[in-house]
């Protein structure tokens, strides 16, 4: 993985959309070829509006026009910028917080921006140890790691029983975020809208990827 820093005259006026604590931007990166690209989703890492500066992580999977420009990239590069978007959620005293490695950069940047006040209960699936991040936050955090390479351990994600398990049926007074392929964001908004019956406003469940197919954006489900 590796993270861009953003900068210029072009983020003059840029700002994060209001409430959303996982917030992305669309990126237009320069081709190989020295074309553009088709814009793609990314989330934030974080926004420094005092030094206009935004921090995008891109994974480097090797493939992919954006990939390969993040490994390339050298300062003074020139890219597009969407405005941000993201679902906006109520405040809370505790969240349920899940996500693979793709969903890392938004699962940081939520944390650091949550309330000391608050509590938090986060499960993240990477492919190793090697994957896994320091996460901070001023909240009260529990973080679960689950290591587990899906070209050696196919399978269903650990995701949803985790969800499940840390907001059983009759759970109030909480909000879910997660941010995970896209067959294991139908089970975990399975569980979050018909069992849990939370509001619109107290979840927000994305689907980053989905298993064979190109990235081509985000899918909101909350």
Not at 59 to 69: F, N, P
Not at 97 to 108: N, R
Request: glycine share 14%; hydrophobic share 40%; with cysteine.
């Amino acid at each position: 993985m590796r993270r861009i820093v953003l900068g210029g005259p072009g983020l003059e006026g840029f700002t994060l959309k209001p409430g959303v604590l996982a917030p992305h931007v669309g990126l237009v990166v320069p081709a190989a070829d020295g074309g553009g690209s088709p814009l793609r989703i990314y989330s934030v890492r974080r926004f420094d509006a005092a030094s206009g500066t935004l921090e995008v992580n891109f994974v480097l999977h090797g493939a992919g026009v954006a990939s390969g420009w993040a490994a390339r990239a050298k300062p003074g590069e020139r890219v597009g910028i969407s405005v941000s978007g993201g679902i906006a959620m109520k405040p809370a005293r505790r969240y349920v917080v899940a996500g693979d490695h793709a969903a890392l950069p938004a699962i940081a940047h939520l944390l650091e921006n949550l309330p000391a006040d608050a509590s938090a209960e986060v499960f993240v699936e990477v492919p190793g140890p090697v994957e896994q991040q320091e996460l901070t936050s001023r909240a009260a955090t529990s973080i679960t790691w689950f290591n587990r390479d899906r070209g050696s351990a196919p399978g269903p994600s650990p995701l949803p029983e985790a969800v499940m398990a840390a907001a059983p049926a009759g759970t109030q007074g909480l909000a879910v975020w997660s941010g995970t392929e896209h067959g294991t964001a139908q089970r975990i908004r399975g569980h979050v809208r018909q069992t849990l019956r939370l509001p619109a406003d107290s979840c927000s469940v994305v689907a980053y990827w989905k298993a064979s197919v190109a990235q081509g954006g985000f899918e909101h489900y909350g």
